[in-house]
T-cell receptor, first 117, second 115 residues
Framework: DQQVKQNSPSLSVQEGRISILNCDYT??????FLWYKKYPAEGPTFLISISSIKDKNEDGRFTVFLNKSAKHLSLHIVPSQPGDSAVYFCAASARVPQTNSGYALNFGKGTSLLVTP | DTEVTQTPKHLVMGMTNKKSLKCEQHMGHRAMYWYKQKAKKPPELMFV???????INESVPSRFSPECPNSSLLNLHLHALQPEDSALYLCASSQEYGGGNSPLHFGNGTRLTVT
C-alpha cells in the first residue's frame, strides 16, 4: 500500500522558470517529509526536509511547502537550471509501531524532472 | 562525490555463487541501512543497523545476510540468489536512527545481476 504518492512520473520545465513537484500522503502519523534527488548511476542525495509542525522550509532555490489538512507537500525550484534535471523522490518518516525507536522512511515512486535550455 | 562508498559498482553472479557487497562511511554516523531499488520503483528498506546492532529486518529472505563489523562498515552477504533479486542495492547512513530529522546519505549503489 503506497503511503507516499507522486502522481506525476515526469515534468518538463524551461530553464529559469519554476519547477513544482507534488507529493501526497495518506498516513497522518508522518512527522518529517524529505526530498531526495537522484541522477542516473548515482544514489539519491538529500535535498531538503520539513517537519510536520511547519508549513514551509526554504534553502536557496528550493522551498518545500506542507499542507497538512490536504496531506500534500510540494517542492518548488526557482529558477530551474538544466543541472536540476534528475529524478526527485518524496519521502516521509514515521515511527514504526511495536518498536522503541524504530522509524520507517516511505518513498514515493519519483518524478523525473527535465529542465530544458 | 558521495561520502558513502559502495563496492563493487557492478556485480554479476550465478544462482549458486556466494558474494558480498561492501559499504563504508567515515562521517561518524551511527545508523546504516541497506535498500533495494528496482527500475522505476522507490528504494525499499531491507535492514537497519543502529550502533552496530540490527534494528530492523524487513522480512528479507535469508539468502541476504547483513553484517556490521564496526560503526564504519556494513556488508551484505549474498548466497543462492534468484534472478528476481537483480536490482540496485543502496547503502545509506545517518547520524542517528531517528527518523526524518536525521537524513540519509546514500552511496551510489551496487548494480547486481543474477543469472
Amino acid at each position: 500500500d503506497q503511503q507516499v504518492k507522486q502522481n506525476s512520473p515526469s515534468l518538463s520545465v524551461q530553464e529559469g522558470r519554476i519547477s513544482i513537484l507534488n507529493c501526497d500522503y495518506t498516513n497522518s502519523m508522518f512527522d518529517y517529509f524529505l526530498w531526495y534527488k537522484k541522477y542516473p548511476a548515482e544514489g539519491p542525495t538529500f535535498l531538503i526536509s520539513i517537519s510536520s509542525i511547519k508549513d514551509k522550509n526554504e534553502d536557496g532555490r528550493f522551498t518545500v511547502f506542507l499542507n497538512k489538512s490536504a496531506k500534500h507537500l510540494s517542492l518548488h525550484i526557482v529558477p530551474s537550471q538544466p543541472g536540476d534535471s534528475a529524478v526527485y523522490f518524496c519521502a516521509a518518516s514515521a515511527r514504526v509501531p511495536q518498536t522503541n525507536s524504530g522509524y520507517a522512511l516511505n518513498f514515493g515512486k519519483g518524478t523525473s524532472l527535465l529542465v530544458t535550455p | 562525490d558521495t561520502e558513502v562508498t559502495q563496492t563493487p559498482k557492478h556485480l554479476v553472479m550465478g544462482m549458486t555463487n556466494k558474494k558480498s557487497l561492501k559499504c563504508e562511511q567515515h562521517m561518524g554516523h551511527r545508523a546504516m541501512y541497506w535498500y533495494k531499488q528496482k527500475a522505476k520503483k522507490p528504494p525499499e528498506l531491507m535492514f537497519v543497523y543502529s550502533y552496530e546492532k540490527l534494528s530492523i529486518n524487513e522480512s528479507v529472505p535469508s539468502r541476504f545476510s547483513p553484517e556490521c563489523p564496526n560503526s564504519s562498515l556494513l556488508n551484505l552477504h549474498l548466497h543462492a540468489l534468484q534472478p528476481e533479486d537483480s536490482a540496485l542495492y543502496l547503502c545509506a547512513s545517518s547520524q542517528e536512527y531517528g527518523g526524518g530529522n536525521s537524513p540519509l546519505h546514500f552511496g551510489n549503489g551496487t548494480r547486481l545481476t543474477v543469472t
